[in-house]
């Protein structure tokens, strides 16, 4: 079972557009798997995956200097550089 979901996070990570949502994805991920283990409830998993994704997309952006994400008229995702 723990494979499973191992593979189904590594997975999800590699279906985001920029590095910026990667980060957010592999970071909630890392961080909930850490904080379920670390205070062994359901909580800490939330808390930690919380705190993974917000340093994750911090991280993933760092890595992405003057490039902005913008919707087009049909709500699509698009990287550009800023304005």
Known sequence: MLKAVLVSVALLGLTACNNTQKGAVIGGASGAAVGAAVSG???????????????????????EPGKCIYRDAYGREYVASCR
């Open 41 to 63: 409830s359901t909580q800490g998993a939330l808390v930690g995956g919380a705190v993974g994704a917000a340093a994750g997309a911090l991280v993933g952006r760092a890595t």
